[in-house]
């Protein structure tokens, strides 16, 4: 993806965000509609994280909002537009977003190749691989840099992923888990 692509996606969420709460319309927004560079009309899957610019990303606390989507459905500038609303204002895990936060807030965009299964764990790579688990109706997902932000192993990334689908931790290693494993392009605004 081109740099100059990076730097209007990452505007689009933030302006996004600001429109949701002021009402200014996303000048970004509206000439990239008018003329979608061709890296930003596909359909690739797309997370847009929020975090606190006080803390560190594997600092307790400094997650602010993630929400995304796996697999796209939209020209990803859209999605893009979508999601941060959705990570600001609708993640159930934090109240939303008021003004006065954005300026201590930055965005961190991750957009994803489309998984593909594996046969099992073994074949996942902590820090190249997010990994999408399946047990009947139980599913979790993890960004590929999740794992390397914390530290953890691959057990103990699957460990985690078990108890997120509402799993025993060793959940992974009955046979009754499927994995889909996929890649990011993962950029912020402080990069």
């Known amino acids: 993806m081109e740099s100059s692509s990076k730097e209007l996606l990452l505007a689009i969420a933030r302006e996004a965000i600001i429109e949701d709460l002021t009402g200014k319309v996303s000048p970004t ?79 961190e965009l991750s957009i994803l190749t489309v998984p593909i299964p594996v046969e099992g764990p073994e074949e996942i790579e902590i ?22 932000e914390q530290g953890w192993d691959r057990d103990r990334m699957l460990a985690h992923l078990c108890m997120k689908a509402g799993l025993a931790p060793d959940a992974y290693t009955g046979g009754t888990c499927n994995f889909q494993v996929f890649e990011a392009l993962v950029f912020s605004e402080v990069d």
Not at 42 to 49: K, L, M, P, R
Not at 55 to 69: D, T
Not at 127 to 148: D, E, K, M, N
């Open 29 to 107: 927004l509206a000439s990239v509609a008018a003329n979608p560079p061709h890296d930003m009309i596909g359909d690739e899957g797309a997370f847009v994280t929020l975090r606190r610019s006080d803390l560190a990303p594997s600092e307790p606390g400094s997650l602010r909002g993630c929400i995304g989507n796996i697999i796209g459905k939209r020209p990803l500038y859209r999605l893009v537009q979508r999601l941060a609303c959705e990570s600001a204002f609708h993640d159930p895990r934090f109240r939303p977003v008021r003004l006065h936060e954005l300026e201590d807030l930055y965005v």
């Open 127 to 148: 820090g190249r691989h997010g990994v999408i688990l399946t047990s009947g109706y139980h599913r979790a997902v993890f960004l590929p840099q999740v794992a390397t």
